[in-house]
Nanobody
């Protein structure tokens, strides 16, 4: 069974950067679709980005061009580089995983994922 642990959150001023890490254990996730979601106070958890096979990555429009997902398969880790942060990016960020890396399906919904980390808080001050 895969376990996920996020880290790297914190408090940053608007315009700043953070890099979140999601370390997987239990088995390799190189053949898993890996996603990041976030949940702001009082709001539903929302999709941020997913990494699937090859160069298939999908970003929600509000982070396109500012956030970048990457993988280090040797470390069984997925990263989310967040640049030009805005106060509206404030949320708890969750890493998620599911089999189906090579699937033609695109996994954008929370219900697509069965494996979740505990979350890491990101706070962007104005």
């Amino acid at each position: 069974q895969v376990q996920l642990v996020e880290s790297g959150g914190g408090l940053v001023q608007a315009g700043g950067s953070l890099r979140l890490s999601c370390v997987a254990s239990g088995r390799t996730v190189s053949n898993y679709a890996m996603g990041w979601f976030r949940q702001a106070p009082g709001k539903e958890r929302e999709f941020v980005v997913v990494s699937q096979s090859g160069s298939r990555t999908y970003y929600t429009s509000s982070v396109e061009g500012r956030f970048t997902i990457s993988r280090d398969n040797a470390k069984n880790t997925v990263y989310l580089q967040m640049n030009s942060l805005k106060p509206e990016d404030t949320a708890v960020y969750y890493c998620a995983a599911r089999p189906g890396y090579n699937s033609v399906s695109v996994y954008l919904a929370e219900s697509d994922y069965g494996i979740w980390g505990q979350g890491t808080q990101v706070t962007v001050s104005s």
